[in-house]
């Protein structure tokens, strides 16, 4: 008997629960909540029809403290899973220690004034969790997610001695929008908009955001264009494996799309710094957000394909090697499954594989964790058998740029 509760009624929260509902004997009773009901009257709806299964859900604030412990207390689940925002990290993990449950997100805290991307307030959190016996497990989607069990594979099986690293996430599907994000707008456009970083030798190298860019082929979608970024597991990445020299984020963007954006940037409309409006303070990009089309709905339009990956370069055995291990994902299969497009997909999956490597017991154990921390091997089973399948190829040569 396991109940979990899920909290955040999105894209990814849809897509999890799905998941959660398909797997009735681990997932024996189901919360959803959110900060709007109807975001999850329709989810439960959704579930009902297509997998006849019935879903509790709740209304709840999950940037109140008081509110979410008495939810936690209210419903008695064994586990918390967080897809609302990273916003909401901290007051979540907070409420979760009051009431002695476990917890899984899948993003890094975010303070709302300041793109940061760190990870340093959820680890702070660590001895707090161990001295009361529970787990957190921190980033348990794609990228951040399957790219640290990626990694922690690649080192136990493929390159014993890893040298560096490259994590390439290519979205190669067309929603038909003239502008659109494919998760959480204003997440989204803060990640992309932040300076580039990339580690070396032991030291963070920072660059504009944007600047880099490389064309790589990608497999089962082609040429693409992608741009170096910061992304928040290299911090956790870079930590546990001090061996990696150089380790590197890469994300795909259209030409039309990176047209937009710059637009919008220069007219402000992606500043996180309040403005006054009509006597009443607004963020431009949470208006933004506002506007955009909401990346739930965009399974209905959306084909194509994602391929997330590591590129791993460093010795096995006494010989170089280099690695690529990815998983291609399709827009369109994802929606006739689970009525979602494949961003939401591939990131509610792995929530739902963290959360039943915990239940199960198979990863539990008391303190703060990234992915790469634990054993890939039973995450890396769940990923084929519940719709991410990956594989690897070997390439001739370590990446030449
Ligand atoms: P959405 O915006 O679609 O969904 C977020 C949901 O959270 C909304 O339904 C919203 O509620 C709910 N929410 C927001 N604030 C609160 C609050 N204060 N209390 C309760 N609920 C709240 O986002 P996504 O589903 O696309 O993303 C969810 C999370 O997954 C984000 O943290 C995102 O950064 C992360 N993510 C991680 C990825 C990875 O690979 N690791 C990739 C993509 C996303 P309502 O509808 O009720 O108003």
């Not at 629960?17 to 999850?40: D, N, P, Q, Y």
């Not at 969790?129 to 787990?135: D, H, S, T, W």
């Not at 264009?225 to 590197?248: C, G, T, W």
């Amino acid at each position: 008997m396991s109940h979990v509760l899920v909290i955040g009624a999105g894209g990814v929260g849809s897509v999890a629960v799905h998941k959660m509902a398909m797997l009735g004997e681990r997932f024996t009773k189901i919360t959803l909540a959110s900060r709007r009901l109807s975001s999850c009257e329709a989810i439960q709806k959704a579930v009902a029809e297509r997998l006849g299964r019935e879903i509790h859900i709740a209304q709840v604030d999950a940037d109140n403290v008081m509110e979410t412990t008495a939810l936690i207390e209210k419903t008695q689940p064994d586990l918390v899973v967080n897809l609302a925002l990273p916003y909401q990290d901290l007051a979540i993990m907070d409420a979760c220690l009051a009431t002695g449950v476990h917890y899984l997100d899948t993003a890094n805290y975010e303070p709302r004034d300041e793109a940061k991307f760190e990870y340093h307030w959820q680890w702070a959190y660590q001895d707090r969790f161990a001295e009361k016996g529970l787990m957190a497990l921190l980033g348990s989607g794609f990228d951040p997610g399957v790219t640290n069990v990626f990694t922690a594979y690649i080192q136990k099986h493929l390159v014993s001695d890893m040298k560096t690293l490259d994590i390439l996430d290519c979205n190669g599907g067309d929603h038909g929008q003239a502008f659109a994000t494919n998760f959480n707008p204003e997440i989204n456009i803060r990640e992309i908009t932040a300076p580039a970083r990339h580690w070396a030798k032991g030291a963070w190298v920072e660059s504009p955001a944007l600047a880099h860019k490389q064309a790589y082929a990608f497999p089962e979608v082609g040429e693409r264009n992608m741009y170096l970024m910061y992304h928040e597991e290299l911090e956790s990445l870079s930590k546990h494996y001090p061996e990696i020299e150089r380790a590197r984020f890469w994300m795909t963007f259209g030409e039309a799309y990176l047209t937009h954006l710059e637009v919008l940037q220069n007219v402000g409309m992606t500043a996180i710094e309040p403005v006054l409006f009509e006597g009443k303070e607004i963020v431009p990009l949470q208006f933004l957000k506002a506007v955009l089309p909401d990346p739930g709905d965009l399974g209905k339009t959306t084909s194509g394909k994602t391929c997330i990956g590591n590129i791993v370069s460093g010795q096995h055995e006494g010989a170089e090697r280099t690695v690529y291990l990815y998983n291609n994902c399709d827009h369109e299969a994802c929606f006739a499954e689970v009525g979602s497009q494949a961003v939401s997909y591939t990131t509610g999956v792995p929530a739902m594989i963290g959360a039943a490597l915990m239940l199960d017991g198979t990863w539990m154990q008391p303190g703060v964790f990234n992915l790469e921390q634990l054993d890939p091997d039973p995450f890396m089973a769940m990923l084929t058998q519940h719709g991410l399948p990956w594989q690897h190829v070997e390439l001739d040569a370590p990446l030449s740029f």
